[in-house]
């Protein structure tokens, strides 16, 4: 399963999306996108047109009449796998928070539920193929940054699936100015098959063989990775 991870800024009418899979529709099965990249429920309509269009599995999340975040996966039919509210921060996350598509156990975190997902994706399934956090914006500090990638870890470890994950490119926690876009993928063994900060281009992570492309003209293949920096081989 080749999952497309993208970091587009904040738009409205879905054009970023559009436009790759436009241009890599036949390089991806899914897409991850941050939370709150569809703007309005009245866009969830052309998202599931656009999903049954190119027979994608597209995992983002909504922002309802309210202007609250709402999880939402999409299957490559056009059908709502899962939809719900965002968990409050101190609460437990709320269910379902697993879908089934395209034959895998797929996890669902949404932002800041990646702080509750280590416990709170206990009996929502068997197994997890992966689990998949669409964040809002960057992180707003170092510490952040470290932090919500360390648990992505630990939660790898324990459910022995990959954590995957991605921000906007733009925009900052309650505006305050900081931001470090992020995009990851941590294996099941807590190992990162790459950490992105402030570099936001988009990725298609290859979960069967654990290959990580950046798509383009440049043909990049990110080999191995860390906080500090990105190891290529150009292919």
């Known amino acids: ?128 193929d992966f689990i998949a956090h669409p964040i809002g914006v960057g992180m707003f500090s170092e510490e952040q940054f470290t932090m919500w990638t360390e648990e992505a870890a630990q939660i790898a470890v324990k459910y022995k699936c990959p954590v995957i994950g991605t921000s906007h490119a733009d925009g900052s926690y309650r505006n305050c100015g900081v931001s470090i876009p992020i995009s990851y993928c941590i294996d099941a063994n807590g190992q990162p098959l790459y950490i992105s900060k402030a570099d936001t281009r988009s990725r298609i992570v290859d979960l069967k063989s654990g290959g990580v492309v950046v798509p383009g003209p440049d043909g990049d293949q990110e080999t191995g990775t860390g906080l500090a920096g990105t190891v290529k081989t150009h292919e």
């Open 1 to 128: 399963m080749r999952l497309l991870v993208s970091q587009p800024y904040h738009e409205a009418g879905l054009l970023k999306l559009q436009e790759e899979l436009r241009q890599w529709s036949n390089l991806c099965d899914a897409v991850l996108y941050p939370e709150g990249y569809i703007t309005d429920p009245g866009s969830v309509q052309a998202l599931r047109g656009l999903a049954r269009q190119y027979r994608k599995l597209v995992i983002t999340s909504y922002r309802d009449e309210n202007n609250k975040d709402r999880a939402l996966m999409i299957g490559p039919g056009g059908e709502i796998l899962l939809e719900r509210a965002k968990s409050p921060m101190q609460g437990e996350l709320y269910a379902p928070s697993v879908a089934d598509a395209l034959g895998m156990q797929i996890g669902y975190l949404l932002c800041v539920e990646i702080l509750q997902g280590l416990n709170g994706l206990e009996g929502q399934a068997e197994s997890l």
